[in-house]
């Protein structure tokens, strides 16, 4: 079974604190995708990445950047936590076809 | 550009009642769909998806759902729920083309009744 790994179920972070939420898939999948959930909302694309080094931006970017230096590891920053960014995020992953994306767990962030 | 459209926000139905869940979805191209579902305090799994083919896709846990090209919807169904359903079910479409891109409709909450 494909496994993808979030490092915290729950976060609690401070106001303009540097924020890492880390994510690893054991399925040598190409493609991760960070995603934030919000009730209303559904899920929101932040970021992707295709390739290891390679990154996309997706529909809401911005106060967030991303790292992949290996294929199954794939980070979210947060620069400088702001409360607007208290949410639910959801790391998964999927082939080059992208027929289905493996999630993980989510880490419900709160920023103070 | 791609967008989906889940009009119910919550449905509430009895246990061994059938239920409809809707989704609309609108693209310039082909597309594939998807329905997820998030049990509490858990991600997103995989139901069903349609790629191509027949038009009458069967998932897991006995549900299904059916693409129509001409009303641009794929609903998702179930003769009779339990209530071990009670989730929240999202609809995703995605290009059939290169692109890969994912969008998800906002979600629908079902509530299975006792």
């Known amino acids: 079974d494909v496994k993808v790994t979030q490092s915290s179920r729950y976060l609690v972070k401070r106001t303009g604190e540097k924020v890492f939420l880390e994510c690893v898939q054991d399925?040598?999948?190409?493609?991760m995708f960070w995603y934030r959930q919000d009730p209303g909302l559904g899920l929101r694309l932040i970021y992707f990445?295709?390739?290891?080094?390679?990154?996309e931006k997706g529909d809401i970017p911005e106060g967030y950047s991303v790292s992949r230096e290996k294929k199954e590891r794939f980070s979210l920053i947060l620069e400088s936590a702001s409360t607007n960014q208290t949410s639910m995020y959801l790391c998964a992953s999927t082939t080059a076809q992208n027929y289905e994306q493996y999630f993980g767990p989510g880490t419900r962030l709160t920023v103070t | 550009a791609q967008s989906v459209t889940q009009l119910d926000s919550q449905v509430p139905v009895f246990e061994e009642a059938p239920v409809e869940l809707r989704c609309n979805y609108s693209?310039?191209?082909?597309?594939?769909l998807f329905w997820y579902v998030q049990y509490p305090n858990q991600g997103l799994q995989l139901l069903l998806k349609?790629?191509?083919?027949?038009?009458l896709v069967k998932g897991i846990n006995g549900f299904e759902a059916e693409f129509n090209k001409s009303q641009t919807s794929f609903h998702l169904r179930k003769p009779s729920v339990h209530i071990s359903d009670t989730a929240e079910y999202f609809c995703?479409?995605?290009?059939?083309?290169?692109?890969?891109?994912?969008?998800f409709g906002t979600g629908t909450k079902l509530q299975v009744i006792p």
């Open positions: 399925m040598d999948h190409e493609n």
């Open positions: 995703a479409v995605r290009s059939s083309g290169g692109y890969q891109k994912v969008t």
């Open positions: 990445s295709y390739d290891v080094k390679m990154k």
């Open positions: 349609y790629l191509s083919g027949s038009t």
């Open positions: 693209s310039s191209v082909s597309v594939y």
